[in-house]
């Protein structure tokens, strides 16, 4: 079974950046796209960002330019540099595989952006 735990997140305000991190309890990134998702409150969860294992990335055109997701496959270790934040990035952020599995969701991180 593979536990993702997810940290970072914070209350930062408009224009502020964080640093998201999401570690595995064992190596499943060498072979699978992982991705970041955030669910805000009375909204469905969305793929914010996901990675391929060729290093490839693609973004959510809502963070496109401010969000940069990267991997350490060493550490087995996905990120998510947010910078720019605005009020609309708060929400619950996630990460899972791409697609994702469902037993996969961890408690996720939360992060609020207001002044």
């Known amino acids: 079974q593979v536990q993702l735990v997810e940290s970072g997140g914070g209350l930062v305000q408009p224009g502020g950046s964080l640093r998201l991190s999401c570690a595995a309890s064992?190596?499943?990134?060498?072979?699978?796209?992982m991705g970041w998702y955030r669910q805000a409150p009375g909204k469905q969860r969305e793929l914010v960002a996901r990675i391929t294992s060729s290093d490839i990335t693609n973004y959510a055109d809502s963070v496109k330019g401010r969000f940069t997701i990267s991997r350490d496959n060493a550490k087995n270790t996905v990120y998510l540099q947010m910078n720019s934040l605005k009020p609309e990035d708060t929400a619950v952020y996630y990460c899972?595989?791409?697609?994702?599995?469902?037993?996969?969701w961890g408690q996720g991180t939360q992060v609020t952006v207001s002044s």
């Open positions: 064992r190596s499943i990134f060498r072979l699978y796209a």
């Open positions: 899972n595989k791409h697609p994702p599995n469902s037993d996969y």
